[in-house]
């Protein structure tokens, strides 16, 4: 079973509120990338092939997280972000090495 939307948040707001040196704002692609990959590995650790309900739950936590992803953008983030998180095989890859 994924994770909950409730323990996305945490994951997806510690990526987004990394601080530290070579950061640039956040743009609402960012924002979006960082949720579709924890979806994505969530879904894959999980064991959910099925793309119905891999769809079907991503459309949920997005509308969950579409506050969140509102306020996101401007937030400090990896300047190499989108390519490490097509290296992460996991959400705490994401977490550990994405938001160092």
């Not at 692609?29 to 309900?53: I, M, Q, W």
């Not at 953008?73 to 190499?80: C, T």
């Not at 989108?82 to 996991?90: G, P, S, V, Y």
């Amino acid at each position: 079973r994924p994770l909950r939307p409730s323990s996305l948040l945490v994951v997806f707001v510690l990526v987004l509120a990394a601080g530290g040196c070579r950061r640039h704002a956040a743009t609402t692609k960012d924002c979006a990338a960082v949720l579709d990959r924890l979806v994505e590995l969530e879904l894959e650790e999980s064991g959910y092939r099925d793309p119905v309900v891999r769809a079907r739950w991503a459309g949920e936590v997005r509308r969950k997280f579409a506050s969140d992803l509102e306020r996101c953008p401007g937030l400090r983030v990896r300047n190499d972000l989108q390519a490490c998180l097509r290296a992460a095989r996991t959400s705490e890859a994401i977490v550990h090495g994405c938001a160092e």
